[in-house]
């Protein structure tokens, strides 16, 4: 991924809705969702819900698969990839092992840290 293609899918995301739109996504996997389900969801009228579908998949997000007369929008995961490669690349000047988050339990975010030292 280059500079463009990641300021174009970071500013796809820096929307409430959107970032919201795109980890239900993300959450249901290969599975995706039709646009109705997504609408009563999160109660975004069609129009708005369409605008923002469209700003994901301009940026390579999402992927769209039409059947019929419905279209499934799927999280694309090679390029969600594809953006944390991009914002990790040179982490910690090349030493991954610096980089190393602090590991959290995600229900109430408390920090556990080793005691080992």
């Known amino acids: ?9 970071m500013a796809a995301l820096a929307h409430a809705s959107r970032l919201t739109i795109y980890r ?10 039709y646009p109705s389900d997504l609408a009563q969801k999160f109660d975004i009228p069609n129009a708005t819900l369409s605008f923002h579908l469209k700003a994901l998949s301009h940026a390579g997000l999402i ?3 039409k059947n019929s ?3 499934r929008y ?6 969600m990839q ?9 982490c910690c000047g090349g030493d991954p092992s610096k980089c190393a988050p602090e590991v959290r339990v995600a229900a109430d ?9």
């Not at 991924?1 to 899918?9: C, G, S, Y």
């Not at 239900?24 to 996997?29: N, P």
């Not at 975010?109 to 030292?117: K, L, P, Q």
């Open 1 to 9: 991924m280059d500079t463009k293609n990641a300021v174009t899918a």
């Open 24 to 33: 239900h996504l993300v959450e249901l996997g290969p599975e995706g969702a």
């Open 63 to 65: 992927e769209a698969e």
């Open 69 to 71: 007369r419905n279209i």
């Open 74 to 79: 799927r999280a694309n995961f090679e390029e």
């Open 82 to 90: 594809a953006l944390v490669d991009f914002l990790t690349q040179n």
């Open 109 to 117: 975010s408390i920090r556990v840290r080793s005691r080992a030292r």
